[in-house]
């Protein structure tokens, strides 16, 4: 007797198939989307696909799926071309095309305007660094040069390596304030442990700085600790900082 086949077969349908089966209507594609409502109103897939480009359907499955695996945008920050260009449906041109949208966001953050950044609160600290800092791989000091009036001259990168006293200078942190004669300044950094509670040797810089700002003239606003989704001000809980 003939070897009967099975009316049920169990197979594993990639998302871009099923997209493939489902085409979405012209109304519908992130592009309309977009061009109608305007890019507020799209979800980060429907960003994340108008940047892969190709087919809607496809390239939306696609985009769902890469955020599912590296675990959102940060994910997509995080991870380099090559683990990005692994993943199916990807490639290398496409995932240079992620990481290059990525890039523009960051450096538009970090442009200088024409009215510089007004340093009002340790927010505006967060808001300047976070995203950048916050994803660092080592630790990284860095100081916020400011003017009289709180704005942002520019920012100095001191140190990368544990930030501990043993290691950080503190003549390294005021030496671009005393080029520029800046009056003020921020220190920052980050803990790529992603737990920005400050630590005893965090306590320990943070004092020593506010001394020699005392002696050099220099006001250090704060120390702000850093990770990828929070902070904590160092002057706000009294660490360091006179009260």
Request: some cysteine; proline content about 7%; hydrophobic content about 45%.
């Amino acid at each position: 007797m003939p070897a009967q086949l099975s009316l049920w077969k169990t197979e594993t349908i990639a998302p871009a198939q099923i997209a493939d089966a489902y085409p979405l209507p012209a109304y519908d594609t992130p592009r309309a989307r977009l061009c109608d409502l305007g890019p507020a109103a799209l979800s980060e897939a429907e960003v994340v696909s108008l940047v892969l480009g190709g087919r809607p359907e496809k390239s939306l499955a696609e985009a769902r799926s890469l955020l599912a695996q590296f675990g959102g945008l940060h994910g997509l920050l995080r991870a380099n071309v090559g683990e990005l260009a692994q993943e199916p449906g990807v490639g290398p041109a496409r995932a240079a095309q992620v990481k290059a949208a990525l890039e523009l966001g960051r450096r538009l953050l970090l442009a200088p305007t024409e009215e510089r950044l007004q340093i009002r609160s340790p927010e505006d600290v967060a808001a300047l660094l976070m995203l950048e800092m916050g994803h660092l791989d080592q630790e990284q000091l860095r100081v916020l040069l400011l003017d009289t009036r709180h704005r942002v001259i520019r920012q100095v990168a001191v140190y990368t390596g544990n930030v501990n006293t043993s290691l950080v200078r503190v003549a390294e942190v005021f030496r671009e304030a005393v080029r520029e004669n800046a009056p003020a300044i921020v220190i920052a950094h980050n803990h790529p442990s992603q737990d920005p509670s400050p630590s005893p040797e965090d306590l320990a810089i943070t004092k020593e700085v506010v001394a020699a700002g005392r002696l050099l003239n220099v006001d250090v606003l704060d120390h702000i600790i850093l990770s990828s989704t929070r902070w904590v001000s160092c002057r706000e809980r009294g660490l360091g900082f006179d009260k």
